[in-house]
């Protein structure tokens, strides 16, 4: 995959994550892709997919799929 560009991604972090210093940082504003990162590692690497590819994901979580 490309690199892509993220310099206008906004961060957040879920309102469930403990004072947020175990969790990831979901960037869902760029046009096309949905980024992922560590929160302890803002300079790590960052997954992107899809919007679908991540709506997909989080119903499935929502619904209880995933095992989880």
Not at 4 to 29: F, K, M
Request: positive net charge.
């Amino acid at each position: 995959m490309d690199t892509q560009d993220l310099r206008g991604a906004q961060w957040h972090i879920s309102s469930y994550s403990a004072n947020g210093a175990t969790c990831v940082e979901v960037a869902r504003n760029l046009s096309s892709l949905v980024a992922v990162r560590d929160s302890k590692d803002r300079q790590g690497p960052v997954l992107t997919v899809t919007r679908r590819a991540w709506s997909a994901f989080t119903d499935s979580i929502k619904h209880g799929g995933l095992g989880l």
